[in-house]
């Protein structure tokens, strides 16, 4: 029984450590890119662009870490 009760422990303290791990990096992904930049990036947003269609062109340009993360997000 105490083995039992040890795995499932120690199976929920690694589900906690990696939950944590995934926040932090999502949080990471989600912070501006370079927030000292005064630098200046056209950015066209075309009739009929979707979402999912305009996070590639941002990653690309610098604008987003991670297309995913922002899609997700």
Same mark, same amino acid.
């Given at each position: 029984? /105490?083995?039992?009760?040890?795995? &499932?422990?120690?199976?929920?303290v690694?589900?906690? &450590?990696?939950?944590?791990?995934?926040?932090?990096y999502?949080?990471? %992904?989600?912070?501006?890119?370079?927030?000292?930049? *005064?630098?200046?990036?056209e950015?066209?947003?075309?009739?009929?662009?979707?979402?999912?269609? &305009? *996070?590639?062109?941002?990653?690309? /340009?610098?604008l &987003? /870490?991670?297309?995913?993360?922002? %899609?997700?997000?």
């Open positions: 029984m /105490k083995k039992v009760v040890l795995i &499932i422990t120690g199976f929920i690694a589900l906690i &450590i990696g939950l944590l791990c995934l926040m932090f999502v949080k990471k %992904q989600l912070e501006p890119v370079n927030i000292n930049s *005064a630098d200046y990036v950015f066209n947003i075309k009739k009929g662009d979707t979402y999912y269609s &305009i *996070a590639p062109r941002l990653e690309e /340009k610098g &987003i /870490k991670n297309k995913d993360i922002y %899609q997700l997000y």
